[in-house]
């Protein structure tokens, strides 16, 4: 028998995803359906809450933006070798960035902000990103310790900004003071009747451009090739002539600069100020988007429009049906991050084993063996 092929890049980011989906699904139906409840109609009830009205698919849309940006910051540095964690902070840290140039500069228009916020966002989240790609490159200290410790230092940095630094006279709560209307980043509502009162905005747009470039940089450039190199086979990557030292620096920063683009969409956005914890966790789900993505941008785009429905579709769940809310969305969440994370590779022998039913090498070695058997 022949030895087991490798999957095709389209099977392996497009139809094993998609399967592991599915059997998430399937077992969150049964959980719902233990509960007392039809799966069917709250599965129905998810979907409508987050596509059944341009209302709705406009907050999809806006949680999908933060996710891609998130999932890009998790692939990039995995592409490396590098499990960056920190995506939380690093976009926290990033939202200083976005305010001190938003209201610096909020006489202007928000066409003239928005680029400057791009690389203050950039610039602050890769600092952040930085640090820990320093420590493990010159030090030894592994990212994945180093960039959850520094969600902690972050939480606290921005804690002490808002209350002491940042915020306002006359404000009673944790908050920077407002971006002048002319400096705020309108949102597509304004263009587009169906999503008016969301809060999807011009974002979305350089979120698509991001994963593009991810695209293009990881398998089209110098430095992506590089960077798989080293994340394949760190040992190799020296051999020929590769800095890993200077590698592992560099992603991480580019890694934390794209997790910085999560601020620029909520502050400059969305909350046209500084809040307390505006991320809302969208790093750790970043995590699963990169996961089940299979870190290639086109699986990224799909996982956090999947994710961005479930958010979506969960808040509305509990308006829907009388004894369901977010919690359900939370189970159907960690079970879809299980079967496409922990045990992604559950599907893999047995579609290995089909594709290769209907390759042309094995067609052929099937005609041989019947040909030879004949001639016996």
Known sequence: MSALRPLPRWADVVLLPLLNLLLAFIVSGLVVLGIGHNPFTAI???VTGAFGNGYNIGYT?????????????????????LFNIGGN???????????????????THWLLIAPVAILAAAAF?????????????????????????????????????????????????????MIA???RMPKLGQFFAPFNYTPVNFSIFLAIAALVGVYVLVWHTRFGYALRVMGQNPT????????????IMLTMTLSGA?????AFNEVLGVQ?????????????????????????????????????????????????????????????????????????????????????????????????????????
């Open 236 to 247: 190799a990557a020296r051999y020929a002539g590769i800095s890993n030292s200077r590698m």
């Open 272 to 376: 046209n100020r500084l809040v307390l914890d505006f991320v809302a966790d969208a790093g750790f789900v970043g995590i699963a988007v990169a996961l089940m993505g299979r870190n290639h941008p086109v699986g990224i785009a799909l996982a956090a429009l999947l994710f961005g429905a479930l958010y979506q579709g969960g808040n509305e769940l509990q308006y829907v049906i009388s004894g369901l809310d977010r919690t359900v969305v939370v189970i159907i969440q960690a079970l879809v991050i299980l079967f496409t994370g922990a045990m992604e590779g559950l599907f893999r022998p047995g579609l290995q084993h089909t594709l290769m039913l209907f390759s042309p090498e094995q067609k052929a070695e099937a005609i041989e063996r019947e040909t030879v058997k004949s001639e016996s």
């Open 44 to 46: 129905w009830a998810i």
């Open 258 to 262: 794209l997790a910085g683009m999560v």
């Open 61 to 81: 849309l806006y949680y999908a933006t933060n996710f891609v940006f998130a999932g890009l910051a998790v692939a990039v540095a995995a592409h490396g070798g």
């Open 181 to 183: 209307e002319a400096g």
């Open 125 to 177: 989240g890769g600092f952040w990103a930085f640090i820990p790609g320093w420590l493990q490159a010159k030090r030894g200290s592994h990212v994945v310790i180093t960039t959850i410790m520094f969600n902690f230092i972050a939480s606290a940095l921005m804690i002490y900004m808002l209350n002491r630094v940042l915020k306002p006279a006359g404000v009673s709560g944790p908050e920077s003071a």
């Open 89 to 107: 902070g690093q976009a926290y840290v990033a939202g200083l960035g976005v305010i001190l140039v938003a209201l610096a500069l909020q006489d």
